[in-house]
C-alpha cells in the first residue's frame, strides 16, 4: 500500500463502497491508504445489484461534485463487482476522467471484474447497457478481505474461478481439484495462488484485446446460458457466479456436440462445482423465454462474437453458431 | 454525405437532434443520410442548455436500449453545442461506445465544440461537470445550416470565432475585419472560409493534446471570466457565445499587464465584437461573486492549467498566475 500513498501525493481519495464492506474492512483499508483520504471521502452505498443504477450513478457524480473532487484526484472502488462497475464508471466520467484504483473484495471482482477496464451501470432494460472500457491505474489484491464475505456470496465467486480453470487448461482445473477443501475454507494460500494464476490469464487476454473486438470474448465463457438465467428469472434471484456456473455446463455440454470436447470434462466439471457447493441445477425457466434472451444477447447466433465453447481443456474458441435447438437440448443438463 | 450513406452500411443511425433543428433541416439531412435511418430513429429534444441535463442523457439511453441500439449502430449528433456534447457522451457511453458522427448547424458547434472530441453532461453543481474524451468518426460540416439560426444564436456564436481569430493571429483577424458585413449577412462563402480555418486550427491544438494535458489550455482563451460570468448571471441569462465575447476583452487586457500585449489589441477586438452586433459590456455583477467563481475554476491559481493570455496576436501562452486583485481590475473593461 506504500506505492499507493506515494501515488496519492498531493491528490485526495474519494473511496466509493457498499455498507457491509465498509463494516468490515473500511477502517483498516483507510488506515492503509493513509491520510490522504482524511477518512471523510467514503461514499458507503446499499449492497446488492440495485446499486448499479442510474440513480446510484447520480449520487456519485453529486457526491464528488458536492465535495469538489479535481482532476488530480482518485477515485477508488472498495468492493466488489457492483462497487467496481459503478465506481469504475464514476472516475471514467466524472471531469472526463479521474484516476481509478481498484480493491476489491469479492471473489467475482478479484479474479474477474476488477482486471480490464470494463465499467457499467444496469438500465431498466438490461444489465451494463451504459458504460466505458477505463483501465484503473492500480488493482490492489488482498485476498485477506474474503476472509469476511458471505458464505454464498464466496461461494457463488468461485463460479468464475471455475471458468478460468477451464479457460487455463488442465494444470490450474488439477490445481483446483487437488484443493478444493481448502479452498471451501478459504485458505489463504491457495487462494492468493489461484486469484493470482485468474488474473494473469484475464490480463494477457486484456492485454491482446483490450477494446472487445476478439479474443477477449473467451472470457465469456458460459455467460450466454448465465445471463439467459439471469434474465429469465431475475437479477436478485440467482447470484452472477451462480448463473455462471449453471452456463459453464451448458457451454460444455455444447462443446462436446460442436468442437468434440471429451464427455469427461462435463463429469469433471460437475464435480468440482458441487464439491464447492455451487448448485449444478435449476428449477429452469420455461425454454422459449431462455432462448428468447440467449437470442436478444445475440451470441448464439452468428452476428457478435457468437458463441463460446471449448475444443479441449485450454482451448477455448469464440463465433460458434449454435442452433435454438441444439441450445435448448443443451440446457437440460443443468434442470432440476 | 456519400461517405456516410457507405459507412453506415450495415449500421442503424440514431440521431439526437433538437425541435428547432429538426424543423429546420431534418428531412432534409435524413434524406442525405439516406434509407439507413429509416427516418424512424430521430430524437429531438427540447432546445437549450437545460438539455444538457443528466434526466436528458437517461431519456438517451433508455431510447436506445428502447430501441435496441447495438455496438455497429451510429449515433449522429445533429444541432448545436448542448445536442453534440449530450449525445457525444451518449454514444461514449451507450453499449461501452457506438461509433459517433457529429453533424454541427451553429456557429458554436461548427467552429468549436463538434472538434476535438469532449462530451459532457452539467450536474446542477456545474456546467460539463461529467463527460468524456470520445472522438467522433466524422465531423460533417455545412455552412448552409446557418443559415436558419436565430439571429441572437448566429451572432453570439461568433464570439468563438473571434477567439480563433486572437488565437490564429493577424491574418485571420485580417479576414474577419475587412468581411464583416458579409458575415453579419451570413455569405455562405466567407463563412465557410472562416469556419474552415477555425477548425483547422482547433484540430491542430487537439491532434497535439487530445486529453487536455498542455497546449489544449489555449483553447479556453477568454474562457475563465466568461465562465465566472455565466455562473454569477446564470446560465440561462447570457450565451456562452456572448460571455466568450465579454470573458476575451479581459483576457486581453491581462494580457497587457502579464505579457506587454499592444493596448491596440483590445481597441481592435472590441470594434470587431461591436461591428458584429456582439455586447462588449455587461451589468457586472459583484466582484466577489465573479473572483468566487473564477478561482473554483482553478484558473487564475497557478493550480491546474492557468490563466490564458495572449503575449502578441497569434502567440497565446497559459499557465498564468493572475492576481485576483488584476483579475477583479481588468473586470472593469467589461463594466456596462
Known sequence: MYALQAAAAGSRLFVITDENV????????????????????????????????????????????????????????????????????????????????QIPTSVLAQVDSSIGGKTAVNLEAGKNL???????????????????????????????????CLLHGEDLLDVLEKNIDAVRVRDRQIMDDLVRRCVNYKAD?????????????????????????????????????????LGLLVAVALSEEYLGLEAEVLTRTRRILERLGIPTTIDLPPVESMLAAATRDKKISAGGTGFVGLASLGAPVWGLNVTPARFAAALEVIRA
Not at 458536492?66 to 464514476?90: P, T
Not at 477505463?134 to 465467486?157: C, K
Open 130 to 164: 451504459v458504460g466505458s472500457f477505463y483501465q484503473p491505474d492500480f488493482v490492489v489484491i488482498e485476498p485477506g478481505t474474503l476472509a469476511t464475505l458471505p458464505e454464498e456470496e464466496y461461494v457463488s465467486g468461485l463460479g468464475e474461478v471455475v471458468k478460468y
Open 205 to 245: 487476454v486484456v492485454e491482446e484485446d483490450e477494446f472487445d473486438q476478439g479474443r477477449r470474448a473467451v472470457l465469456n465463457l458460459g455467460h450466454t446460458a448465465a445471463h439467459a438465467l439471469e434474465r429469465t428469472v431475475g437479477y436478485g434471484a440467482i447470484s452472477h457466479g451462480s448463473a455462471v456456473a
Open 22 to 101: 465498509e463494516r468490515a474492512w473500511g477502517e483498516r483499508i483507510l488506515d492503509l491508504l493513509g491520510a490522504a483520504s482524511g477518512g471523510d471521502y467514503v461514499l458507503a452505498l446499499t449492497p446488492g445489484e440495485g446499486t448499479k443504477s442510474l440513480s446510484k450513478l447520480e449520487v456519485c457524480w453529486n457526491w464528488l461534485a458536492f465535495r469538489g473532487a479535481r482532476r488530480e484526484d482518485v477515485v477508488v472502488a472498495l468492493g466488489g463487482g457492483v462497487v467496481g462497475d459503478l465506481a469504475g464508471f464514476v472516475a471514467a466520467t466524472y471531469l472526463r476522467g479521474l484516476s481509478l484504483w
